[in-house]
């Protein structure tokens, strides 16, 4: 029975490193020290996200639809996704503005009538 890699070391948290291989059908055995991807570190509901993101081909409403989730559920389940990859979440000032806009109306801080029209300014 195989298990599923772990990335961490569950002692001291640090990243570890694969050193051997075994090739199930002949048995051949390769020792070395091998890096793990980057997908490694990521965390079985992230992977999911992927999946499902892939799956949608990267249409949040799709995702949305698939997830059940709102769409700023969705972009910051891609940032927590893009920040465990190593990289920095970038968002333009007009994501930052319609992200921020449906918040609040997901919060019912602001109705659908404003949401829209500060969506169209």
Do not use: W
Request: hydrophobic content about 35%; proline content about 2%.
């Amino acid at each position: 029975m195989a298990f599923k890699i772990i990335s961490k070391c569950p002692v001291c948290n640090s990243k570890l490193i694969a050193t051997k291989l075994k090739c199930t059908k002949c048995q051949t055995v390769i020792e070395n020290e091998f890096e793990l991807s980057r997908f490694s570190n990521l965390t079985s509901e992230q992977l999911n996200f992927i999946e499902v993101f892939i799956k949608c081909r990267g249409n949040i409403k799709d995702v949305e639809k698939e997830l059940g989730v709102s769409y700023p559920t969705v972009r910051s389940k891609l940032d927590d996704v893009i920040s465990a990859l190593g990289y920095i979440p970038t968002k333009s000032k007009d994501e930052n503005n319609t992200l921020d806009i449906l918040t609040k109306l997901e919060n019912g801080e602001i109705t659908a009538d404003d949401a829209i029209n500060l969506l169209k300014k």
